[in-house]
């Protein structure tokens, strides 16, 4: 079986199986964190994914979710949009 190989910020280097990770995929960035507990101390792990590690995890089979990490638009922003185009300043600030 794979091992991966990473740190615990408290036991150092630490080997964990697939089923052991977690990684939250950032949706635009294809980026993202991982998430582990260690197998010796038990700490919840956080850890930056760049673009090589999130590929390595995606292939050695760790589970994953997308995170979308962009701003959601907001009902009060949609409200505020629609009233704005209601009002016809837009036009004007075309101009
Ligand atoms: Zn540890």
Not at 1 to 8: H, L, N, Q
Not at 23 to 43: H, K, M, N, Q, R
Request: proline share 4%.
């Amino acid at each position: 079986m794979t091992m991966i190989r990473t740190t615990c910020a408290v036991c150092g280097e630490v080997e964990l199986i697939p089923g052991e990770l977690r990684l939250e995929l950032t949706a635009l960035s294809g980026t993202g964190a991982y998430l582990f507990s260690c197998p010796s101390c038990g700490d919840q792990q956080r850890r930056p994914a760049n673009h090589r590690v999130v590929s390595i995890l995606l292939a050695t089979g760790v589970a994953y979710e997308v995170i979308d990490d962009s701003n959601p638009i907001t009902e009060s922003e949609i409200a505020r949009f629609s009233a704005a185009l209601d009002s016809g300043e837009w036009a004007d600030q075309l101009r």
